[in-house]
């Protein structure tokens, strides 16, 4: 089953504007990442954030996390025609053992 | 640094028969997934070696599936027989550990489409 809940499925802006996704949760978790996937390719990693952070960037992303909360929210800014992808969180949950879960994604596209 | 490579890139077949995926792990990466990936969803992990052991395969639908990883290098999956439900992109990732929140590097896929 998936822990994370992404939203909104869907997003189209146009180039310059911010993105922000939203990521929800089931499960107390150890750390909570964001992968971007581009049409037809593997997953990429962009940013991890542990369960005692609240904030961290990494150049035009901002990431939360409210684990009062079970959520997370990923802020592009400044966003440019090469962003358009899928982004998918994906937590470090026990499940009888730690284990990485997906969410289902926000489909990002940017219009230039 | 090569990355994690995968073949085949596609590969079409009819339903009851058998198919079998290969994947090249980044060198030194001691930990390997599998993920199913179905069109529209996060990806779903079916399969996790430790080295050539098994960590997890909770997932795994172990009467059509089977992965192995001899000598804690390659991997293969394999489906046999498919099913009309098994078309997706299969993932192979590594890491260069197990441990939470380790960085997992994903290879570009195998796209299955079962007829």
């Known amino acids: 089953s998936q822990q994370g809940e992404e939203d909104p499925q869907a997003l189209s802006i146009q180039e310059g504007e911010n993105a922000t996704m939203n990521c929800s949760y089931k499960?107390?978790?150890?750390?909570l990442q964001w992968y971007r996937q581009n049409s037809g390719r593997g997953l990429v990693h962009l940013i991890l954030?542990?369960?005692?952070?609240r904030e961290k960037h990494s150049g035009r992303l901002r990431v939360t996390l409210d684990t009062s909360k079970k959520s997370s929210s990923l802020l592009i800014t400044a966003s440019r025609a090469a962003d358009t992808a899928s982004y998918f969180c994906?937590?470090?949950?026990?499940?009888?053992?730690?284990?990485?879960?997906f969410g289902a994604g926000t489909r990002l596209f940017v219009k230039a | 640094e090569a990355g994690v490579a995968q073949s085949p890139r596609y590969k079409i077949i009819e339903k009851r028969q058998s198919v079998a995926f290969w994947c090249n792990p980044i060198?030194?990466?001691?930990?390997l997934y599998w993920y199913q990936q179905i069109l529209g969803q996060g990806p779903k992990l079916l399969i996790q070696?430790?080295?050539?052991?098994?960590?997890?395969d909770s997932q795994l639908p172990k009467d059509r599936f089977s992965a192995e990883r001899l000598k804690g290098v390659d991997s293969t999956l394999k489906i046999q027989p498919a099913k009309l439900e098994d078309s997706a992109v299969y993932l192979c990732?590594?890491?260069?550990?197990?441990?939470?929140?380790?960085?997992?590097?994903f290879g570009p896929g195998t796209r299955l489409l079962v007829l």
């Open positions: 990732a590594s890491s260069l550990v197990q441990g939470v929140g380790e960085t997992q590097y």
């Open positions: 499960t107390s978790i150890n750390n």
């Open positions: 954030i542990r369960s005692n952070e």
């Open positions: 994906a937590t470090d949950a026990w499940t009888g053992g730690f284990k990485t879960i």
């Open positions: 060198s030194g990466h001691a930990t």
């Open positions: 070696f430790q080295n050539n052991g098994v960590v997890d």
